[in-house]
């Protein structure tokens, strides 16, 4: 989502809202929001303060009114950067050259959620608990999927994910794995989101209600880069022992000499190998271009194209404790057992987005719409583990394997999103600011699925004892299967600024949904048709901020949200299902430093969500309702220039509300009740010092124990059935360098390692065979060149 535009620079306008303070801290702020690179003399800007700024600019006139008053003027150079000067004045040549960086000195912090709400702003000042996870954390930490960024939220743990395939987290104790976005639009594939094209990472904690569809736990919004003016290139490759080679590319810039034309292409090429003997063969590509005209009018588009082939990893298995009770397979965490069967998934997808901005002859308001689609086609093999022997007969030993080959062919996803939007302010009394308009989702997917004969053979200590039979030219089960949702609504997100620090906000959003089914069993000759109706809700939000000191906001807020359901399959029954109803209560308060070096959440949360589906086993099973109660607290800070850390802490009580004896009262599966993570890097930033240019990073994330299915006790507390996860505290450790190698150009090494202590633990569970394990020690390299 685009700020307002006003016709001030032929550079992009934003809102900024960056309070008074040192010239280096507020410079160091602008240029993070606006992507810019600034240099300047290194005595420039001592015992100088900024007024600040607030408002809706371009980057010209933000940074003259930025620096209002300093007697500091940026002067913009021939590549796009700008350079500090004294007004009026040559800056003496002697004087130290410095950067100011276009990051924050705080680089763990990003303050900015734009396109996941409706009215862009500082997150300080919005009534609900956001956090985003900018890149360079993700580069300091070299994250190889986005997952690894998930578990560096309070209360939120990732998930199976289709044997390590798909996107899938746990948010506030809350099971999806289908509320991911992407740009503010539902991204709704089965494959891997590749790091490549990540800007930062915005998980909105609770449901929101002018976007009405999704869980009450959150979504997990994806920025992608986008083109810039100020040109950034590079190319960067990472390896690790197990066999990891990945490559990456970045290149931003106008297009030639243009003012109003840039440009962004990102991709990367993947053939590597895991700790458990899998395979990643992965290509992506991403290109986009942005206009911007004199006016304040923009075009963006952007295309999108991925080719992701990887093993589906079930992980290990559970085997019964001669009670109803099960315990995990004593095993070495790498045994595989799908035998000889290649376990495949490939992936392949292309996206398009467009971005339409029309400012209106009123400069405060402006129509923003937006287009996307997308086609995802697929197809998997794999053998599994279905049981094991004692759980079908007393004839069987113990720890006999039951498996079966099953595939999925010839599957599309298609997803379109249509969106048209009015933003703009009203002065009045009262100033308001509002986003309201209206959009169109279509979903559909088809597939075929086969399932070969239960095969008994092997054991748990030896599966591969016994050889499979790719059995599905002659299948069990052959059928094909085409769902579709549509659904369309109106929304509207409205702040009043009561007073000059009382901020009230109210979400709506009326929406109706429609679901149908089509099914034919190719063995049986018969097929099923299941038109489910229309289905609508007026979802409704309510958020108050009270600014109590400058820095300090206290909030609170209600929203409720619904999610239309799929018609769902299993291989016992075809259901259908009431939308999943919730609701969110929850206060909090947020502080930042005034040197913006520091910057405190916090938060305490009540949920609740009604007619919950989960998939277990493969096997979709109606869990009743779902309460979560719990606290948050983080923490981004950068004390000294060159120390940065964060931290996260969340507690969590979920609990299924069921009619079932056997679930009621229990956690649900995957879900710790506490979580926690701290990382602290440190960069040599003294142009005097020998180590200048070098970083150290390590950081430490825990997770308490979870349960592996939601039957672990009865009404009474007693253990019933099921089995435990167990708990896990895993360290990280690297460090990287910078080794400049021309005219501001530079490689970054990168030296580190993952789970410094080898801690053996489990990722979660997608049932009892079904069991993700995590990766052991691992330490990798990495090189990066920018220029």
């Not at 309070?19 to 290194?42: E, M, T």
């Not at 206060?587 to 998939?615: C, H, M, P, Q």
């Amino acid at each position: 989502m685009t700020a307002l535009a006003q016709q001030t620079s032929q550079q992009q306008v934003q809102q900024y809202d960056i309070p008074p303070g040192p010239v280096s801290s507020a410079l160091n702020r602008f240029a993070a929001q606006a992507s810019i690179y600034i240099s300047g003399a290194g005595a420039l800007g001592e015992g100088r303060q900024s007024p600040g700024l607030q408002g809706q600019y371009g980057v010209d006139e933000g940074l003259q009114r930025l620096l209002a008053g300093t007697g500091l003027a940026a002067v913009r150079q021939g590549d796009g950067g700008y350079r500090l000067d004294y007004i009026n004045r040559q800056v003496d040549q002697s004087l130290e050259t410095v950067s100011v960086y276009g990051t924050l000195p705080a680089r763990y912090e990003a303050r900015y959620a734009d396109s996941s709400v409706r009215l862009p702003k500082d997150i300080i000042d919005v009534p609900r608990s956001i956090d985003v996870i900018p890149e360079q954390f993700l580069l300091d930490q070299q994250a190889r999927e986005m997952a690894d960024a998930f578990r560096l939220s309070p209360n939120v743990v990732v998930a199976d994910g289709y044997g390590g395939t798909r996107e899938h987290s746990l948010i506030r104790g809350f099971n999806r794995n289908d509320n991911f976005y992407r740009n503010g639009v539902p991204f709704s594939h089965e494959s891997r989101i590749d790091p490549a094209t990540i800007d930062n990472i915005q998980l909105i904690k609770g449901p929101v209600a002018d976007i009405g569809r999704m869980s009450p736990g959150g979504i997990v919004n994806i920025e992608t880069k986008q083109p810039q003016f100020q040109r950034e290139h590079s190319i960067s490759t990472t390896f690790d022992e197990h066999g990891q080679r990945r490559g990456t590319i970045d290149l931003t810039g106008p297009v030639g000499e243009s003012q109003n034309l840039a440009y962004r292409i990102t991709g990367s090429l993947e053939d590597s190998e895991t700790f458990r003997d899998t395979n990643v063969d992965r290509q992506f590509l991403s290109s986009a271009l942005l206009w911007q005209a004199d006016s304040g009018a923009s075009v963006g588009f952007n295309h999108e194209y991925s080719k992701d082939r990887r093993e589906i990893d079930r992980g290990l298995i559970t085997v019964p404790m001669g009670d109803l009770r099960r315990r995990l397979a004593d095993v070495p965490f790498d045994t595989r057992f799908d035998g000889n069967i290649p376990n495949e998934r490939n992936s392949e997808y292309h996206l398009a987005e467009l971005d339409v901005v029309i400012p209106l002859a009123d400069s405060a308001w402006e129509i923003d719409n937006k287009l996307f689609y997308s086609r995802e086609t697929g197809e998997d093999l794999r053998a599994e583990v279905i049981s094991v022997g004692a759980d079908v007969s007393s004839e069987l030993t113990e720890d006999t394997l039951i498996r079966r080959v099953g595939a999925n062919q010839n599957s599309v996803r298609t997803y379109k999103f249509a969106r048209s939007q009015l933003i703009g302010a009203i002065d009045t009394a009262i100033p308001i600011r509002v986003a309201a308009g209206v959009e169109y989702r279509e979903f559909s997917h088809e597939w075929r699925n086969l399932t070969g004969a239960p095969q008994i053979g092997g054991s748990v200590s030896s599966p591969n004892s016994f050889t499979l039979i790719n059995d599905l030219g002659s299948p069990s089960s052959d059928q094909f299967y085409d769902v579709s949702q549509k659904s369309h609504g109106m929304f509207s997100s409205t702040e009043f600024s009561l007073t000059d620090t009382v901020t009230l906000d109210l979400g709506l959003r009326y929406e109706i949904s429609e679901n149908n089914y089509h099914n034919d069993n190719y063995l049986t000759g018969s097929s099923t048709d299941i038109d489910s109706g229309s289905s609508s809700k007026l979802t409704k939000g309510l958020g108050l901020v009270w600014e109590t000191t400058p820095g300090l906001n206290l909030y609170l807020s209600y929203a409720d949200t619904f999610e239309p359901q799929n018609i769902y399959v299993g291989s016992q029954e075809v259901f259908e299902q009431d939308p999943s109803e919730g609701r969110q209560v929850e206060a909090g308060v947020k502080w930042s430093s005034a040197d913006n070096r520091y910057f405190i959440t916090g938060a305490v949360f009540d949920l609740r969500e009604d007619n919950v589906v989960e998939t277990i086993n493969g096997e979709p099973v109606p869990t009743g309702g779902i309460t979560s109660k719990g606290a948050e607290f983080s923490i981004a800070a950068n004390p000294v220039d060159g120390f940065n850390l964060r931290g996260a802490v969340g507690l969590l009580d979920a609990k299924i509300v069921s009619d079932n004896e056997a679930t009621n009262g229990n956690q649900p599966r995957n879900v710790p009740d506490t979580t926690a993570s701290l990382w602290a890097s440190y960069e040599f930033r003294n142009p005097a010092s020998a180590l200048r240019g070098l970083g150290i990073g390590s950081g430490i994330t825990y997770a308490s124990n979870r349960y592996g299915d939601n039957g672990h006790r009865n009404n009474l507390g007693e253990a019933l059935y099921g089995f435990e996860l167990g708990d896990y505290t895993v360290v990280d450790a690297g460090l990287w360098y910078y080794l400049p190698v021309g005219n501001g150009d530079r490689l970054r090494f990168d030296l580190g390692v993952k789970n410094v202590t080898d801690e053996e633990y489990i990722v979660a569970s997608g049932g009892n065979t079904r069991i993700s394990v995590g990766d052991p020690r691992t330490f990798y390299s990495g090189i990066r060149f920018e220029f």
